[in-house]
Nanobody, 126 residues
Framework: QVQLVESGGGLVQAGGSLRLSCAASGRTFSSYYMGWFRQAPGKEREFVVVISKSGGSTSYADSVKGRFTATRDNARSTVYLQMNSLKPEDTAAYYC???????????????????WGQGTQVTVSS
């Protein structure tokens, strides 16, 4: 029972920055791995980053490594995605997702996640 709400999207020029937030309503936020995914119109949903329950470990897609940083604040039940050096190809709806996970789970796969937010649009102009 987790409700997720993303915010922080908008229009930005290439090279600019945005910080997305994902607020969770559940009281057991720290029990979940949190993922960020993105989806452009007509495209498959793609993995961006996953962050561990404590926030101590992250795994990024190669396309965003070095530019994006995921963090979480379990006291505030919120996960963040800091996006720097944005490129037009980053344009997409960005979604946060939650899963308790298990040892055999591939947390880079959207199919592993049980809860999803509604998304926030990020548009990067050239």
């Amino acid at each position: 029972q987790v409700q997720l709400v993303e915010s922080g999207g908008g229009l930005v020029q290439a090279g600019g920055s945005l910080r997305l937030s994902c607020a969770a309503s559940g009281r057991t936020f720290s029990s979940y791995y949190m993922g960020w995914f993105r989806q452009a119109p007509g495209k498959e949903r793609e993995f961006v980053v996953v962050i561990s329950k404590s926030g101590g470990s992250t795994s990024y897609a190669d396309s965003v490594k070095g530019r994006f940083t995921a963090t979480r604040d379990n006291a505030r039940s919120t996960v963040y995605l800091q996006m720097n050096s944005l490129k037009p190809e980053d344009t997409a709806a960005y979604y946060c997702a939650a899963v308790r996970a298990g040892g055999s789970s591939n947390l880079r796969s959207s199919y592993e996640y049980d809860y999803w937010g509604q998304g926030t649009q990020v548009t990067v102009s050239s």
